[in-house]
Nanobody, 116 residues
Framework: QVQLVESGGGLVQPGGSLRLSCAAS????????MQWYRQAPGKERELVAV???????NYADSVKGRFTISRDNAKNTLYLQMNSLKPEDTAVYYC??????????WGKGTLVTVSS
């Protein structure tokens, strides 16, 4: 079965950094586009960053210049490097994989809390 497992969340002070990971199995990782979403308390889920199978990237305006999405196809792992974190970044972060063959898969999320 398909599994996406996020890790790396935790408590960090404003201005700090975290790196999230998403380990994928059960899919041909290199042929999937990958995304990070987040959902803050009381808010709708929002798209944070995208990296295509060809490694093209896009970011939400709120995280541009601070977050970097990347992938290691040899390790079947997606990353999100988060720098200069703000309290507004507090959310559950979800990994998503999708493809043109109808695949759409989600992890269970990892909590990031930015607070002093």
């Amino acid at each position: 079965q398909v599994q996406l497992v996020e890790s790396g969340g935790g408590l960090v002070q404003p201005g700090g950094s975290l790196r999230l990971s998403c380990a994928a199995s059960g899919i041909v990782f290199s042929r999937n586009h990958m995304q990070w979403y987040r959902q803050a308390p009381g808010k709708e889920r929002e798209l944070v960053a995208v990296i295509t199978s060809g490694s093209m990237t896009n970011y939400a305006d709120s995280v541009k210049g601070r977050f970097t999405i990347s992938r290691d196809n040899a390790k079947n792992t997606l990353y999100l490097q988060m720098n200069s974190l703000k309290p507004e970044d507090t959310a559950v972060y979800y990994c998503n994989a999708y493809n043109t063959w109808g695949g759409d898969y989600w992890g269970k999320g990892t909590l990031v809390t930015v607070s002093s």
